[in-house]
């Protein structure tokens, strides 16, 4: 049986649910949970806070105590866990479940009701929870977004190639929250599930579109592409005719927009394993191009590339200056001993020595610390 890597958006319906709206003394607990959503625990007020802690405790029992049925209506996310496993969480019991959660008091307690139910299940579940992320405002919902699209490329992918499915429950949470989910989930995700609101409501399965990015409107602007993803910003008439959807504006300069930058991750692979871009303050000594030729691996030729964009963008902001280089803790720039070469670093294994010629980074080898010393005769 196929494993299954279940992402689900994890909102407040568990919370809200459990409110008494014929009691009296609970009648104003939603607006006053709607008008404190954004809150983190510390920015809560006490009041709020105590609504919290009750709601949580009936939560906890009604999944306790409930039936399946009970448990559905309860909880928009749990309605979207039973329904992919047909009411039979048992079936989930070797696979991964991943909660994305809102980082605010109400988000924090939602997905933690949700969690340590599954877990009660024998399910295997985490929380995913961007710091600071919430639907306050665009900064803090879109800086929570390419925490989570950054976390996504960093697990997801390996889960893939062990032999998972990649399945996105996005029944429950915000809409705001959704809508991107949905989108992502077309890069991401083999499948996405909804169950519409009404009683026995079935599931509704969008399996992964056939998406394929244009490279052809990404090679123009690789270089601006892999210095923004390095921190760098750009200018605005470098990115003439671009999709103004990829980028983001900022005073008078531009950088990768959430979608930018997901789009870039997909990109990148083939834009950066290909030939050698041409990065502003570098220049490519003919040896420095063969080493580059001969190394087979893609992952090495992006990972060197992604250090070229790193090095030119610290170049173009001192002006050309090595001492950039040499505060950087990734890049580690030093000078080889009795010699007039330097080098840096690319990963734990792999160096590039250059020197200054003409105002420019001239790249002379590519390699192991063996290869680039014996090369250079610095041995």
């Given at each position: 049986m196929t494993r299954t890597v279940l992402v689900s958006t994890v909102g407040t319906s568990l919370?809200?649910?459990q409110i008494n709206r014929a009691e009296a003394a609970e009648k104003d607990w939603y607006g006053r949970l709607r008008d404190a959503a954004n809150l983190a625990p510390d920015q809560t007020p006490e009041a709020v806070l105590a609504i919290i802690?009750?709601?949580?405790s009936r939560a906890s029992q009604k999944l306790v105590q409930s039936s399946v049925a009970q448990i559905r209506a309860a909880s928009a996310e749990l309605n979207g866990v039973y329904g992919y496993y047909q009411e039979q969480l048992q079936q989930g019991s070797q696979d991964m479940n991943l909660l994305i959660a809102t980082d605010t008091a109400q988000g924090q307690e939602a997905a933690n009701l949700v969690k340590d139910f599954l877990e009660q299940q024998g399910i295997n579940t985490q929380i995913i929870m961007p710091k600071g992320f919430s639907t306050e405002n665009t900064e803090k919902f879109t800086e929570g977004i390419d925490q989570l699209i950054s976390r996504f490329e960093s697990e997801l992918p390996g889960y893939k190639e062990s032999g998972y499915q990649v399945c996105f429950n996005l029944v429950g949470s915000f809409k705001s929250l959704q809508g991107y989910l949905?989108?992502?989930?077309?890069?991401y995700a083999d499948e996405i599930i909804y169950i519409f609101e009404g009683q026995g409501s079935e599931v509704i399965k969008i399996p992964r579109l056939?998406?394929?990015?244009?490279?052809?409107a990404i090679e123009p602007f690789a270089v601006q592409f892999a210095l923004m993803e390095a921190g760098f910003d750009a200018e605005r008439a470098e990115l003439e005719g671009i999709q103004e959807a990829l980028i983001y504006p900022i005073e008078?300069?531009?950088t990768l927009s959430e979608w930018g930058k997901l789009i870039w991750k997909q990109a990148k692979k083939e834009s950066l394993s290909g030939s050698l871009l041409g990065f502003p303050y570098l220049k490519y000594e003919s040896s420095f191009i063969q080493d580059y030729k001969t190394q087979a691996k893609q992952a090495e030729r992006v990972k060197l590339q992604e250090t070229l964009a790193r090095v030119?963008?610290?170049?173009?902001?001192s002006n050309g200056s090595l001492a950039a280089l040499r505060k950087d803790g990734g890049i580690q720039y030093k000078d080889y001993r009795n010699a007039d070469v330097g080098?840096?670093?690319v990963s734990l294994e792999l160096r590039?020595?250059?020197l200054i010629e003409n105002g420019l980074l001239s790249l002379r080898r590519y390699g192991t610390h063996d290869h680039v010393e014996r090369s250079e005769g610095v041995r």
């Open positions: 919370l809200t649910n802690d009750t709601l949580k949905n989108t992502i989930g077309m890069f056939p998406i394929a990015i244009d490279q052809s008078n300069d531009v030119s963008g610290l170049l173009i902001e080098h840096f670093r590039v020595s250059c």
